[in-house]
């Protein structure tokens, strides 16, 4: 009887356990429905700076406000791509574009991390809040910052803005992967189609970039560098993939010291060996890691960052010849001058594009009128390479029916 009546009350407290448990866990979700199921995101600003990059990062909302992203998703996806690009100086315009170039064709929610200059901070807010329609991506924003004992040189190193990218595994703890891209860069093709490179990593690999060139005959590295660089030719930077949980964990083999140096070890004793032989700044540190951990890079091809080098001496991008540019990077400033008037007439038709699925349906036709008149110059004779991609991703975003897309 006794033993009886140790069950029966084993299972009355069980019980009792389960309604408290299911009740508490109604008050969160009625809690969290009242919030509107959004919680802030916390944004690593650089609390890394007081103990050499390895402490907790401190919580800043999106468009670095202290709130949560006004631009968070009603449901919350299985996956968010994380982009992140660096502007300073007049890069203001340029930085906005890119990003309107992602989200206009690409389809999983983009968490955007903008480094720049404070007295950019107010103009990023006023055009990105413009956007509060959209509800696929949040932004956030923060300051430019090195470790404060080096600070100075970092800044001074190749642009002002540049090297941040090199810090970006220490600031970003929480992010696992991102695609870093430069402010002059316009998607021609979904992010999510260069994010989904991430999956063809092999089990060594961090990192993805580009060939800096693919014809040796005009390459600089192979020509002119003063260190070592990855591959032929060298790799270039202003597209990056990066899986930073890996390139936080890795153990770097170098040319400083028989032992293998984290990321956060590695930066500045790279630096202080190599600073009178770089040119390119960050690219060239790179460069020299890679060089030295070759299997921890993933070569994607030039049309995933094609560059006027790629056709200002003739067309020497093969796969973009063949499929079109997926990713076009506007660097030597040719968005802004007459040197490269191809270049200009695919920033300026993006640029003026507004989101609506009608302006973007309609940008073909004037486009290429304005290609057409580029001919005269190496890369306008090849400037259906430029929109033959651009036609295949508007296509498939815009002009197909809801239910199929």
Same mark, same amino acid.
């Given at each position: 009887?006794?033993?009886?009546?140790?069950?029966?009350?084993?299972?009355?407290?069980?019980? $009792?356990?389960?309604?408290?448990?299911? $009740?508490?866990?109604?008050?969160?979700?009625?809690?969290?429905?009242?919030?509107?199921?959004?919680?802030?995101? /916390?944004?690593?600003? *650089?609390?890394?700076? /007081?103990?050499?990059?390895? *402490?907790?990062?401190?919580? !800043?909302?999106?468009?670095?406000?202290?709130?949560?992203?006004? @631009?968070?998703? %009603?449901?919350?996806?299985?996956?968010?791509?994380?982009?992140?690009?660096?502007?300073?100086?007049?890069?203001?315009?340029?930085?906005?574009?890119?990003?309107?170039? !992602?989200?206009?064709?690409?389809?999983?929610? =983009?968490?955007?991390?903008?480094?720049?200059?404070?007295?950019?901070?107010?103009? +990023?807010?006023?055009? #990105?809040?413009?956007?509060?329609?959209?509800?696929?991506?949040?932004?956030?924003? @923060?300051?430019?910052?090195?470790?404060?004992?080096?600070?100075?040189?970092?800044?001074?190193? +190749?642009?002002?803005?540049?090297?941040?990218?090199?810090?970006?595994?220490?600031?970003?703890?929480?992010?696992?992967?991102?695609? &870093?891209?430069?402010?002059?860069?316009?998607?021609?093709?979904?992010?999510?189609?260069?994010?989904?490179?991430?999956?063809?990593?092999?089990?060594?690999?961090?990192?993805?970039?580009?060939?800096?060139?693919?014809?040796?005959?005009?390459?600089? &590295?192979?020509?002119?560098?003063?260190?070592?660089?990855?591959?032929?030719?060298?790799?270039?930077?202003?597209?990056? #993939?990066?899986?930073?949980?890996?390139?936080?964990? %890795?153990?770097?083999?170098?040319?400083?010291?028989?032992?293998? =140096?984290?990321?956060?070890?590695?930066?500045?004793?790279?630096?202080?060996? &190599?600073?009178?032989?770089?040119?390119?700044?960050?690219?060239?540190?790179?460069?020299?890691?890679? +060089?030295?951990?070759?299997?921890?890079?993933?070569?994607?091809?030039?049309?995933?960052? @094609?560059?006027?080098?790629?056709?200002?001496?003739?067309?020497?991008?093969?796969? !973009?010849?063949?499929?079109?540019?997926?990713?076009?990077?506007?660097?030597?400033?040719? &968005?802004?001058?007459?040197?490269?008037?191809? +270049?200009?007439?695919?920033?300026?038709?993006?640029?003026?594009?507004? $989101?609506?699925?009608?302006?973007?349906?309609?940008?073909?036709?004037?486009?290429?009128?304005?290609?057409?008149?580029?001919?005269?110059?190496?890369?306008?004779?090849?400037?259906?390479? $430029?929109?033959?991609?651009?036609?295949?991703?508007?296509?498939?975003?815009?002009?197909?029916?809801?239910?199929?897309?």
């Amino acid at each position: 009887m006794r033993r009886y009546l140790r069950v029966v009350g084993l299972c009355l407290a069980c019980g $009792f356990c389960s309604l408290l448990y299911a $009740f508490s866990q109604l008050a969160v979700s009625l809690e969290e429905g009242a919030a509107g199921g959004r919680r802030p995101q /916390a944004a690593a600003m *650089g609390s890394w700076l /007081a103990d050499g990059g390895r *402490g907790p990062g401190r919580g !800043a909302g999106s468009a670095g406000s202290g709130r949560p992203g006004r @631009y968070s998703l %009603k449901t919350q996806p299985t996956e968010k791509m994380h982009l992140a690009v660096v502007a300073c100086g007049e890069r203001l315009e340029e930085t906005v574009t890119m990003l309107k170039s !992602a989200l206009i064709f690409s389809v999983k929610p =983009l968490q955007v991390h903008i480094f720049a200059e404070d007295q950019l901070h107010n103009s +990023f807010k006023d055009r #990105l809040d413009s956007w509060s329609f959209l509800q696929r991506f949040n932004y956030t924003l @923060y300051p430019i910052t090195f470790p404060s004992d080096s600070a100075v040189e970092w800044k001074k190193l +190749f642009k002002p803005c540049a090297s941040q990218r090199l810090f970006l595994p220490l600031i970003l703890k929480e992010v696992d992967s991102l695609l &870093y891209v430069d402010t002059d860069i316009l998607f021609l093709r979904p992010v999510d189609d260069i994010w989904s490179l991430l999956k063809k990593f092999n089990s060594t690999q961090i990192a993805a970039m580009a060939p800096e060139h693919e014809e040796p005959r005009i390459g600089w &590295y192979n020509r002119f560098a003063r260190h070592p660089y990855y591959g032929k030719t060298g790799v270039n930077s202003g597209v990056m #993939l990066m899986n930073m949980t890996r390139m936080r964990r %890795k153990y770097f083999k170098n040319d400083m010291t028989t032992a293998r =140096l984290q990321w956060g070890d590695i930066l500045m004793p790279l630096l202080k060996k &190599y600073k009178l032989n770089i040119t390119w700044g960050d690219q060239d540190l790179l460069n020299i890691m890679f +060089f030295h951990n070759p299997e921890s890079l993933f070569v994607f091809p030039c049309q995933w960052n @094609y560059r006027p080098d790629h056709c200002i001496y003739g067309s020497n991008c093969r796969e !973009a010849e063949e499929e079109g540019v997926f990713i076009l990077h506007g660097n030597r400033g040719v &968005y802004h001058d007459d040197k490269q008037p191809a +270049f200009r007439a695919m920033y300026e038709a993006l640029r003026n594009c507004s $989101f609506e699925d009608n302006a973007i349906r309609s940008l073909l036709k004037p486009l290429e009128m304005e290609l057409q008149k580029t001919v005269h110059t190496y890369c306008g004779k090849t400037y259906k390479i $430029f929109i033959k991609q651009l036609t295949k991703s508007i296509r498939n975003r815009y002009d197909t029916p809801p239910k199929e897309r």
